[in-house]
């Protein structure tokens, strides 16, 4: 089996794995207004990076869930590095069938996930953020969006994507994801723009002069390279037609 883009950056040292970067994520948490007495839920929390953030800024109490059971272990080491298994907890789990009771979540974080599920799979997973969110409650998502109206470019677009990062991928116009997410009982507010994944300026402002240093070290290995020049190119070919954008959405 291929490796997929996310594990992929994952490895090479990227810690924020998400289409609009930290700008959008920031977006998103300040909109929430977490309170220490909030629960939150982050559905595929990979290595815990936003789950640490959370608990770190707002002190309330964070559930990280993902299929990746390598992910949870990282998850795991870096919880306890910073001391905060008081916080903060991870269970292996499906989104489609989330194990917690109904309402039971002030705050359900998503990011950069439903951009990889196709058709039914989105709806299935809105359903289950939905049902475990207390009325009120908000649903914070960050994803990948067409610019381009045409079905034609769009399907051109999911196919060149998909195969960059090895998997399979259907983003949807701001329209579409509004539309989308408003069926499950969902008011939405959106903030979009360019996609910083792997733009340059984007990566340094993420990561860090020595965050971005690793990464491109590690990317510029023989081994590496060319998937990493893969990807690099087809983002930097495509920024005018693909974006990212953020999904606030409260519970009705």
């Not at 490796?3 to 994520?25: N, S, V, Y």
């Not at 789990?93 to 990011?111: M, R």
Request: proline residues 3%.
């Amino acid at each position: 089996m291929r490796e997929t883009g996310h594990t992929f950056l994952a490895r090479m040292g990227k810690t924020k794995l998400r289409p609009g970067g930290i700008d959008a994520t920031n977006w998103l948490l300040e909109k929430a207004k977490i309170e220490p007495s909030c629960k939150v839920l982050e559905v595929a929390c990979n290595m815990g990076t936003t789950m640490i953030l959370v608990a770190e800024r707002y002190g309330c109490e964070v559930v990280g869930i993902d299929l990746d059971e390598a992910a949870l272990e990282k998850a795991r080491e870096n919880i306890k590095k910073k001391k905060l298994e008081d916080k903060l907890s991870v269970v292996n789990g499906s989104a489609f069938a989330l194990p917690f009771e109904d309402a039971s979540f002030d705050v359900v974080i998503n990011e950069a996930m439903l951009t990889m599920l196709i058709g039914e799979d989105k709806e299935r997973a809105l359903k289950e953020y939905s049902r475990v969110l207390k009325p009120g409650g908000v649903l914070l998502t960050h994803d990948v969006v067409f610019r381009e109206e045409d079905p034609k470019v769009q399907h051109e677009l999911m196919a060149g994507l998909s195969k960059a990062i090895n998997v399979h991928v259907e983003p949807l116009t701001l329209a579409g994801w509004k539309e989308t997410i408003e069926k499950h009982a969902f008011r939405t507010e959106q903030k979009h723009g360019d996609m910083t994944l792997l733009d340059p300026p984007g990566i340094l402002h993420d990561e860090g002069a020595k965050g971005a240093l690793k990464i491109m070290t590690n990317a510029m290995k023989k081994e590496n390279r060319d998937m990493f020049t893969t990807m690099f190119d087809f983002f930097h070919d495509h920024a005018a037609q693909l974006g990212y954008v953020a999904n606030f959405s409260t519970r009705l």
